[in-house]
Nanobody, 125 residues
């Protein structure tokens, strides 16, 4: 079956960096756009970043633009989220998701077919 497994979360201080990874199995990774979403305590899950199958198109939420970078390694079936200059408001559970589609990667949760279990990122001052 399809599995998406996130890793790389942890507890850091403001201004620090983290790199999240999400490794996929059970699907043709190169045929899927990939996305990262997050859910902070007491809030709804929100879009963070997405990347097309070819890596040619990337989208970011305004709140992370210029600080986060999404990338993918097809040979490793892995998508990454490099997070720099972390802020308190970046504290959340981060989820990766896979969307079987051609073209621009989605920014809406209901576009995605598969989801990981999430990894916790905690930023403190």
């Amino acid at each position: 079956q399809v599995q998406l497994v996130e890793s790389g979360g942890g507890s850091v201080q403001t201004g620090d960096s983290l790199r999240l990874s999400c490794t996929a199995s059970g699907l043709a990774f190169s045929s899927y756009a990939m996305g990262w979403f997050r859910q902070a305590p007491g809030k709804e899950r929100e879009f963070v970043a997405s990347i097309s199958r070819s890596s040619g198109t990337k989208y970011y939420a305004e709140s992370v633009k210029g600080r986060f970078t999404i990338s993918r390694d097809t040979a490793k079936n892995t998508v990454f989220l490099q997070m720099n200059s972390l802020k308190l408001e970046d504290t959340a559970v981060y989820y990766c998701a896979a969307d079987y589609k051609v073209g621009a990667p989605g920014r809406m949760q209901n576009a995605y077919d598969y989801w990981g279990q999430g990894t916790q990122v905690t930023v403190s001052s």
